[in-house]
């Protein structure tokens, strides 16, 4: 891993870091102050709304200006978003926080991974290199509700207050605001790394790529991986709420699952050569299956903790296999566009699936929940088997 890398995973891990923390807080608030599951629903849906129409435009964007300009930009949303909620932290600005972080975290991410995909040579160092650029994300889940929800029970005592009050809050998005300023520390000095020739608008469209069945079902495969990421991030907190955990709790779960997912991670730059991308992403899809059915019945939050490290350890290891897959079976000059279609129909799914945990667990219950997703990503893992070369 070179000092590039290593730079564009630490501007990956604080980005992403400080819209982590913002969707452990805000719902956590949102729920303290009275909202409905329901609402939380869609609070959490707006994190992805605004990448649901920023992908395509901002894949592209990556593929004409290279890195700088588009993770500047993103930095400036985060922040700004951030902040605001720190000082009016009501509902419709939580909403106005979520969408602006989703947005700069996803434009930006678009942009980091292709200067990622077209800086490796060959499938077995881009399996690597994108190996250790998804320790980030898996990191910042990890180090953002931990350090909020510890802000937040804790920070309201240093100014006077009671345990996760409304000072509390304040700090942790304040804290979460000043993480993408790092991000641009960590890139302002990259190389750029355009395409060689931009696209003639109107020439082509990002749709036409859907055409080749591999990207049909490595879409597939791709949406109900994150459905199960989303299960967890929105349901784990609401579950956890009823059964009374304080926040430190709740962040340390959520922390147990993106710590062992960065885990495994950084063994796959070691590993990535030896697998087969169609096995293990297959496999994990199986075993997250068994996971979700199971999660409901554990009792406290020791074995629940077990069952976020599990799942943490299965999910994360797929997600290197397919961005490698991604680059492997798309058009060189077509990186850009790709990812952000990839990036928008995760969204677009990330914007309706809160809506739908929410509905569905304020009427029957989020066990449920768990049980449905866990039903649709075991029948999924038939495509898996279809990425065999």
């Given amino acids: 891993m070179n000092w590039l890398l290593a730079r564009l995973i630490l501007g990956h891990i604080c980005l992403h870091a400080c819209m982590a923390g913002l969707r452990m807080a805000a719902p956590l608030l949102a729920l303290t102050q009275g909202y409905s599951p329901l609402a939380v629903g869609v609070l959490m849906s707006l994190f992805a709304l605004t990448q649901v129409f920023l992908a395509l435009p901002a894949g592209r964007y990556a593929d004409r200006h290279g890195l700088r300009r588009p993770v500047g930009l993103g930095v400036m949303a985060a922040v700004s978003g951030t902040l605001l909620a720190a000082v009016f932290p ?124 591999m990207m049909r079902r490595l879409m597939l495969v791709n949406w109900l991986l994150s459905a199960c990421w989303d299960v967890h991030t929105f349901v784990m907190p609401v579950l956890g709420h009823e059964r009374g955990f304080s926040a430190s709790t709740i962040g340390t779960l959520l922390g147990a699952f993106a710590i062992s997912a960065a885990a495994v991670r950084m063994l796959m730059p070691w590993v990535a050569s030896r697998l087969r991308e169609w096995v293990v992403i297959g496999g994990a899809m199986l075993v997250t299956a068994v996971l979700f059915v199971v999660y409901p019945f554990m009792p406290g939050a020791w074995s629940m903790g077990l069952c976020s490290v599990l799942l943490g350890l299965v999910l994360g290891s797929v997600q290197p296999l397919i961005m490698s897959t991604l680059h492997q079976i798309t058009p060189h000059d077509r990186h850009g566009e790709a990812l952000g279609l990839r990036l928008l129909t995760l969204n677009a799914s990330s914007v309706a699936m809160p809506l739908m945990f929410g509905s569905v667990g304020a009427v029957v219950g989020v066990s449920l929940v768990f049980w449905t997703v866990g039903a649709a990503v075991g029948w999924g893992s038939r495509a898996a088997w279809g990425l065999k070369p």
């Avoid at 509700?145 to 998005?173: E, N």
């Fill in 90 to 213: 009501v509902f419709p600005v939580l909403c106005l926080a979520a969408l602006c972080a989703g947005g700069a975290t996803g434009a930006a991410s678009i942009a980091l991974q292709r200067q990622v995909g077209r800086s490796a040579r060959g499938a077995a160092e881009l399996k690597r290199m994108f190996s250790w650029l998804s320790i980030g994300p898996a990191f910042s889940n990890f180090l953002g509700p931990l350090l909020a929800g510890l802000l937040i029970d804790h920070a309201g005592v240093w100014f006077g207050g009671q345990p996760g009050d409304l000072q509390g809050y304040r700090a942790a998005f304040l804290f979460a605001a000043l993480l993408p300023l790092v991000t641009w520390l960590c890139v302002r000095r990259a190389p750029q790394r355009r395409a060689a020739a931009a696209p003639a608008a109107g020439t082509r469209k990002a749709w036409d790529l859907l055409r080749e069945p």
